[in-house]
């Protein structure tokens, strides 16, 4: 740690040392991704549910980031497990994949990420839906055509096989993104994201965890409804079902 650094580090497999805390960051995995993050299901739930019942017991006030995969069931999972309020339980995926969408629209323009306002919502997997109605560029909308849509969402949804075939995982942007979600949190600083959380009616959709638009501050996640179009909302609520189909598997884990 830097000399001036106020933090301090304690590695432990004792999970009574969560007592207290204001943020817990889930990163656990094991398995291996083969098609699909849903692949690591019967590896990660057995961990998962044993994490959710030690911050129950003694972090019931905390508010929760998920990070690992899949995330939305993994979201459902730690909210079910823990009895923690909805608002509380955050999973990181579709704010990474709304960067990636940015990245992927500025190659396709020629210019810089940063002149690029992008969202990705549903799934943070192979059902993710880019929200090419609100993508911008210098504060204008971009308009694709079909067939640029179609390899731009394929390339999205693919994302994470190179970089799996490269180093293994996506490290600093999940890193990235996570930080900025306990920043939010820690400073109460409102961060306008997508995130996976508990739907409720929103998107007319509900009992399942899913990437829609947030604000995050000191009080967790509320849900900060935009408009789509209605193919989009298809999409989404198509994704909906796949998440739901995956969290069915949840009893026999």
């Known amino acids: 740690m830097p000399p001036n650094s106020s933090i301090s580090i304690t590695g432990t497999d004792d999970l009574e040392y969560i007592a207290g ?16 993050r849903a692949d690591l299901l019967p590896y990660n739930i057995p961990i998962i549910k044993e994490i959710s019942k030690k911050i129950k017991k003694y972090a019931s ?3 929760v980031v998920v990070i690992t ?11 079910k497990e823990s009895g923690l309020p909805i608002e509380n339980v955050i999973g990181m995926g579709s704010s990474l994949d709304s960067d990636r969408l ?28 880019p929200i090419f109605s609100r ?9 694709l055509d079909k067939n640029q849509m179609i390899q731009t969402t394929t390339e999205l949804r693919n994302y994470w096989k190179p970089l799996t075939e490269l180093k293994g995982a996506s490290v600093f942007g999940a890193a990235k993104h996570s930080y900025d979600i306990v920043k939010a949190i820690i400073k109460n600083e409102k961060l306008k994201i997508s995130s996976s959380v508990m739907v409720s009616g929103e998107y007319d959709l509900s009992g399942v965890c899913i990437g829609v638009p947030v604000i995050i501050d000191k009080n967790g ?10 193919s989009e909302l ?17 009893e026999y884990l």
């Open 221 to 230: 996640a509320k849900i900060n409804e935009v408009d789509i179009s209605e």
């Open 135 to 143: 993508a911008k560029f210098n504060n204008k909308s971009i308009n």
């Open 21 to 36: 805390s204001k943020v817990i960051v889930i990163t656990v995995s094991a398995g291996k991704m083969i098609a699909d």
């Open 69 to 79: 995969n899949p995330v939305d069931v993994v979201t459902y999972c730690v909210l």
């Open 102 to 129: 940015r990245y992927l629209l500025s190659k396709i323009l020629q210019t810089n990420q940063s002149k690029i306002e992008s969202l990705v919502i549903g799934e943070h997997g192979n059902s993710m839906v």
């Open 234 to 250: 298809k999409l989404l609520k198509a994704s909906s079902e796949i998440i739901k189909n995956n969290i069915k598997q949840l």
């Open 61 to 63: 006030d905390a508010k």
